[in-house]
């Protein structure tokens, strides 16, 4: 299972950077939000994937959906367009996953004897709402703001006078 949703997920992320449909891109992120999910739900990390769902398939591409709405002029179709540094970005890319690789090889990866927890979702929203409930709401808060800036600077308001 982990195989078929390693290949899906990487598969939708390829498709998301390689095409050039801005929308059809968007498209293929969620995909690719929702493979990172199943692969939190394999690992039984449930908080990090009701997380991943809800943040990044919902909340992150409906701000970038509504940003490419408020910002793309003239054909849709050519809105993504191919760079002249592709070759550039490939190199600086394929670098940095050999030095992941490296990394990950070379890394002494310490294994605990220690049983996980069998439910962490409720440890955490307990503390959300407790002792962490001011900074959760400022963050709603100025995600709230951002969105509402990022629509103003869109829409280009003048003034009229």
């Known amino acids: 299972m982990f195989w078929i949703i390693a ?20 498209l293929f992120m969620v995909v690719t939000f929702i493979g990172v999910a199943a692969t939190y739900v394999m690992l039984q990390a449930d908080f990090l994937a009701a997380v991943q769902i809800l943040v990044y398939a919902g909340a992150i591409t409906i701000f970038i959906v509504f940003g490419i709405m408020l910002t793309v002029r003239g054909n849709m179709k050519q809105t993504n367009l191919f760079s002249k540094n592709a070759a550039a970005a490939g190199l600086v890319s394929l670098v940095l996953i050999l030095i992941n690789a490296y990394m990950a090889v070379n890394t002494n990866w310490s294994i605990s004897s220690a049983e996980p927890p069998t439910e962490t979702v409720g440890q955490i929203s307990e503390l959300m709402l407790t002792k962490y409930v001011i900074p959760f709401e400022v963050a709603a808060i100025l995600l709230t703001v951002a969105l509402l800036g990022a629509i103003v600077i869109a829409k280009e308001v003048k003034k009229t006078s």
């Open 7 to 26: 290949v899906i997920t990487l598969g939708s992320a390829l498709m998301m950077v390689l095409n050039r449909n801005i929308f059809h891109s968007a």
